[in-house]
């Protein structure tokens, strides 16, 4: 019985995905435009089966880590915040226009969005942005929560009530 | 079990240091090393003081050196003679006394020594901390980052303030006042040669002074565990003349050197418009990153990736083509580059002189 | 009855312009005092007010501009895509014609509190205005046709135009906003006839870029050495340091003076720019026809806590111990009201109206604001800073009624936490540098609407607001003052004492500016653009997630409930005695 | 060799119901151990506190002061049950011992209760912010310990009134009130901290 | 009976005492074991092998440290393995390994037959070894912690830690922690209420005395790393409080302030049992009671406060008031005065003794010559301008090496060689055993002496390689060359201690003619302990009572029954049955390891171990017969 636990918490912990390191990513691209990343449930002609572009990072503690440290250096906090938006939307959300699954999210930073979202293909290397795609899914628990921090050094987050109790209709 | 894949370092460098000339000293052997104290270990050693300050800790380092080691060889002796002693001669009552006696005199003794100890640097430890200033300080804000040192020459005309990092240069015989932040997690501010270390520590801000009569280099290194490149958290400080400081200080005030001929133009051109320009600034074109260190003199800098590596083109090509290569984990991300593309670039970035 | 008697003999101040029953400009007058001598509407009927007809603009994004009327047409700016409505008032609002300048859409990535726009100004039979996209634009007012457009910067270094033109003597003045993305503000002036940039002078940089001459003279002394907006950066930061004008200027013909107020250096981590930052955070008087500058004022060297100098300055004439002075009523972010020699530039007094603990006092011997050092920011965190961000008012412009001779100022009452951190300088994108957290201050309420008193520095009444009062005000010779709330609800409160009138729920938060008009049948009508949104509204109108607090620059974490309270929208509503 | 001397033993009892017992002087160590933890707590209160200026954060409601002190009252009361089971075992009188522990047990209980009523109207979690922090962390850990202990007199009050107990039992009796006496002690100290602390030294 | 009948019937009685302290056969049986030579054994045999795994992660580490910019581990790895050193060294081998000295020995050492809380005592090692389990479970699927023993944060925090290695580390301290806390709790009462009637505090043994300060000082110390650790890092980690997070109120000092208000007294938990073991076979070997016991006692006693007053000196480098600083480098040096008394009466006990030169007595002269080196360098790392400079850098790597290998696993080794007789039955070969001392002596010395020279020469600490041009490639590989001679000697001891256990020569009850009552009984000593309790007249029973042995009877040989005696004078009170095997302490280990297993991934993980755990306490202490305990 014993050693059936052990077992058991053994297979928990194993969880290589979580903590791998990748410090040194292939440089290889990744085709994404074109196939995988599809906004539309709507596929005219009848659903086919479509290649599928997956996260390199999927569920790794260390990519988000990075990739909440590049959405404070490469700005993204500017117009998201910490997640809750401001000049651009809330990363924080259900309701996706462009869609959340990793090629979609990876798309959106690479290509921007014509309604204010710049286009960071140029610049920010590849494994950079599949970083930050992952530490955005990892914002709505689309990661698994045991990669996820449960709170940054900083304040961000307040689930203090500031605001006053209902004082009701102004007079 | 999972081994993982990150690399470790492969050093490809060139490490001859900038303004070094010949070889390297051949390193003293083991011999030398073990029993003598001296110097011969370059220029981050506690030993090897430059600084009013360090020379003060060493004198009184010395000093506790030869006290305890007395005492400690009187010790090792008398216990040695005790396997000698037998005890045979020492079993009766009047012996028992006076080793009694002698324990609680040799206490007694141990609390007079302490105590003087405690007095001698209490008082050592008054004078290395206490304000060096005579108001022509200069103040010099250092803030560590994982894993670089940025450095901002303060200032009350926002004019003269100076910005680098990973370099501390410090004019002879003026007090220096480090101001340490942190950005990240806590490091450590450490030039053994010129003082102990002080922590920087994230949202507090920590003093220390620095002082040294004695121009040359003085490395320093990141003394707190700082996470996966805590090994590769360098900076030199060099100390010079006034005249040659003010001369620093100078060019560093100027933006950075335009491009003299086509290739640096190019190089130029290749820096803006990839990653680079995210994280660092050169002064004087469009580049404002602050993230990374501030490049806009960076041909002049002793090191590369924080005194990982001595600065020059050859090093500067595999730090940029492979940064994971040579400091694993770096936050220097690795840029795709088009080969062509890397000799302007290594053009550009060393004449920013 | 004294106060009337006040009103009466001080005709021929500034304050006291002639009134054809138009509204041409959002600030009514050159003097911004927003202060219409129509009468019909006033204490006594107020609460008869009915709505005459509605508008809806099809937009939902924050309706911050002031609708203009002139030859019974109705122009109204909408925010992004920054449409140009004209309303028939003959025909009960019927459209006329509708100009789309085409605007940018990848705009809306730069403009740092929602994509508003503060609306246009009327001139020799055109109407002007800015849109998103860094362009200004002449529409004749007749036929909606473009006359020119011309272009003033550039989306990608982070400018945007939010701000409303002032045209004065053939010259639309217009300036850029981008305080939160590292430009470089300016201010300019545009050939009326022509759109043909005839100067522009910046906010930092060397003398000759801030059109500092001969002609320079401020009045304290520490203002008065040249290149301060270089000697006052490390370095090539003044390139990247914001001073954007993106409000209000006020002209007085007689000085032959335009005043306005430079916003926030960049970014707001203040560790990361050493120095006064000038000419950030200042208040300029400026010639018209060359835009040399005449005296300069900062407010706030080396802003701490975002505050702009961008506020309206209203052109007063007043007795001052005795002493008849031309000044300017000045209410800044920090929290102080300023009264200034408008032309010396000289400090009289510079009170608080509204709860502050960031600065102790202004020396009225330099002109410097002494902060309190507890509250200045850098890399750390630092809790109980009032008023926050926001300001003790934002731009929400206020009103001036000769009559009272009270100032009514629509504010805010809100406190912040503010945590510095590393701002990375990508051009395009926010340069902000800081986690903020807003909360209500003292009292629990985040909005006030007061009554202010120049001449004695200090507020007569204060109305609390649950939300901030983040629409303009508008108070008329029926001793009538307007304003909306952030809940939708639109008052009329007695000028002299605060008492609520009347007042009217409307389909979305008001963040507008309150404008009356007399119209084609002779009734006086008043109107006001319904729509929230704007920094304090993005929760509504931009859909943010209230669970991050540090949202819409720290705003979420005090607009939270707001949503509970109104929805998004854009109408207009315009009301009159039946 | 001389003769050996003997120590007759048999005389003693084999087991004692009072502080002489080591279960008594266990518990009374486990009982340090967990004042130790609490009191460091209370240092570490005293260190934030001095170490932020506004103290509690902005939007922070203190803890009201009312409700915890009407509680302190069954709490104190709980004692005397403590008390009384704890001499009835020492008498092996089995009624006594029941309606000591379950006047124990119930007063306990409205104590946490109360604290229950208290806490859903507290407005910040131990993720808002420094003070929220520790002041649920002291708030648990001692509503911890609490529990713990009640449900130990629980399955007490069941072994006593299903009457199948001995001397180790009345000696668990006993000793169960010396843990109940320290809950008790050590929320003096801990409810002033937390509840005026903060209103002496001038917070709102 | 008089008592030479009852001696008479001593085969009889001894009969009926090993029926009653039997243990059960089988697994079960072996599972639910709470004798305490039994368990004391599966302490120190873990430990053990946590000394190797440790040994061999140290190993790792000098291989990469050997040569500059060496390539042998990348810097994550390193990482993850000095963390794993550190903790193992400290959490899983020393603390533990001197708990299950003291489990072993205390007990024989007053003359009673088990510690008071038997089955405290099994609970205690189970979450030990689930502790344990816990770290290496992680070394073997990548879940390493990696950073630092200490876990200074922010660095251990939620945002530069990513994954779930600080989790584990932070969980597995609650572990051992518990378990020191089990051990400390039941060796104070054991040391207070079960002493042979006779032997007042004044005759305890040294040794006795050494468990007792350091169990008063786990009891103190503990809570604070349970702070440290469970509330401060692993709540913030995992439940997003804010105690080290300076942007909502937190602070990193404060985490630091206490962890090393545990850490500090730490030192003192690991070689202040040390210090009574050397203290106990410096007596056995030099044939004479040690000169000075009050003495002794009273430093013993002092080292246990002062350790509490000088956590400071860890964070000199924080920059700290002045004043407070220099109270903390008094305060540190004052604990060399109490130190330097023990040294002082020990060398009058060599010097006035005959000493025997066996294995166990070179240990304790190499333990003299290290770890008064050590507490020098701990002179100078008190004073704080010199620990500005020698702080963090290798010069403190060689400082605690000293104290803590000197100072705890040399006296450790001594006491294996001295007590190995009564622990096995067989004596321990005596040349292998020097051989063992003088390899770890010399491999020790190469090891770390030069590391003092590297600090001094600016090698800072954790850093997982080096640059060329720096110059401490030679004396790293002097230290390298050190640790595997430190190797050879740890090998060199195993299999001394597998062949003499197999072939070495049978021992007699007291073959070193030792003074305590361990020595008494039986080698190796039964269950049971003593057939008759010994009653005690002076400090050295077996010395000074040769003559006259007096023993307590009329205390039931049918069930396991011991004397609870009065605290200060040991004057017989009452008599105490303890509980028989039992499996229940297993189970509730179990139980509540399975909790906080998971609490290293929620939260929720703490309500499983509660009510676990609490099932498990209930079957521990529900009523057996027969209930009524009849003299």
New interface residues.
Partial sequence: ??FA??GC??L?????E????????S?AKVVVFGDAAIQSQILPGGGAPRASVTNPFQGN??A??EG??LF????C???H??????????L??DHWIYGNEPANLFDTIVK?R?????SWG???????IWQLVTYIRSMNNLEP???T????????????????KS?GE?? | MTWGRMPSCAPVANRRWPGESGTRPKLATCATMLFSLASAFGQQSSLAPGGTHASQIKSLGVFFFWLLGIIFLIVIAIAVASIFQRGQSTQDEAAQRRLKTAIAGASVLTILILFGLVVVSVGVGKEISAPGGRGNELVVEVTGNQWWWFVRYLNDDPTRIVVTANELHIPVGRPVLIRGLSNDVIHSFWVPGLQGKRDLIPSRVTTQWIETNEPGRYRGQCAEFCGLQHAHMALWTVAEPESQFQQWIGTQLRPGAAPSDDLQQRGQEVFLSHACVLCHSIQGTTANGQVGPDLTHFGSRLSIAAGTLPNNKGNLAGWIADPQNIKPGTRMATVPLDPTDMQPLLEYLESLQ | MLVGFIGISAAAQIQNQTDDGQWTMPAKNYASTRFSTLTEINTSNVKNLKVAWTFSTGLTRGHEAAPLIVNNTMYIVTPFPNLLYALDLTKTGASKWTYDPHVSPSSQGVACCDVVNRGGAYYKGRIYYNTLDMHTVAVDANTGKQVWKTTLGDINLGESMTMAPLVVKGKVIVGNSGGEFGVRGWLAALDADSGKIVWRAYSTGPDKDILIGSNFKPFYAGDRSPDLGLKTWQGEQWKIGGGAAWSWISYDPDLDLIYYGTSNPGPWNSDQRPGDNKWTSTLFARRPDTGEAIWAYQYNPHDDHDYDGVNENILLDLNIGGKMRKVLAHPDRNGRLYLMDRSTGEVISAEPFAYQNTSDSVDLKTGRISYVPSKITGFKTVRDICPAAPGGKDWQPSAYSPKTGYIYIPHNNLCMEFQGIQANYIAGTPFVGANVRMYAGPGGHRGEFSAWDPVAAKTVWTVKEMFPAWSGAMVTAGDVVFYGTMDGWFKALDAHNGAVLWQFKTGSGIIGQPVTYKGPDGKQYVAILSGVGGWSGAIVAGGLNANDGTGALGFLNAMADLPKYTTSGGMLYVFSLP | MSEPRVLDVSGLLPYRISNKSPLWLGQLLMCVIEGSLLCLLIATYFYVRLSVDVWPPPGVRLPSVMLPTVALIPLLASCIGSYLASEAAKRDDRRGMLVGMISNLVLGGIFLALRGIEWRGLNFTWSSDIHGSIVWTILFLHTYDMVADLLFTLVLIIIVASGHYGQKQRLGVHVDTVAWYFLVLIWLPLYGVLYWGPRALGAK | MTALEELRAEPQQAEELARAWKNRPGPLGWISVTTHQELGMRYIVTAFIFLLLGGIEALMMRIQLASAENTFLNPARYNQIFTVHGTTMMFLFAVPVMEGMGVYLVPLMIGTRNVAFPRLNAFGYWIYLAGGLLLYAAAFTNTMPDAGWFAYSPLSGPQFSPGKGVDVWAQMITFTEISALCVAVELIVTILRLRAPGMTLNRLPMFCWAMLVQSFMIIFAMPAVMIASTIFLLNDRTIGTHFVNPAEGGDPLLYQHVFWFFGHPEVYIIFIPALGMASSIIEAFSRRPVIGYPALVLSLVANGFIAFGLWVHHMFATGLPQIGEAYFTAASMMIAVTSGVQIFCWLATLWSGRLQPTAGLHFIFGFLFIFVMGGLTGVMLASIPLDLQAHDTFFVVAHFHYVLIGGTLFPLFGAFHYWFPKFTGRMIDQKLGKITFWLLFIGFNCTFFPMHILGLHGMPRRVYTYVPEMGWGPANLLATIGAFIIAAGGICFIANVLKSRRFGTKADPNPWDAGTLEWSTSSPAQAYGFIHLPVVASRYPLWDQEKSKDIVTGLRNDRREVLVTTVLDAEPDHRLVLPGNSIWPFLTAVGFSIGLYYSVFAFSGYWIATALGMIGIIGWFWPRQPLDIRP
């Fill in positions: 019985m014993r636990a052990i918490f053994l928990a912990l194993t969880a290589c979580r903590e791998r390191r990748d410090l040194r990513p440089p503690a260390y988000i880590s909440q440290r404070g250096w490469y700005n906090t500017g117009c915040a910490n997640g809750g938006g401001a000049i651009g939307p809330p924080i959300k921007g014509p309604n204010g979202m710049p140029a610049k920010i290397p590849e494994y950079q929560r045991s990669a921090p449960e709170r940054l050094d900083t304040i961000e987050q307040s689930s203090r009530t500031i605001l006053p004082e102004p007079r």
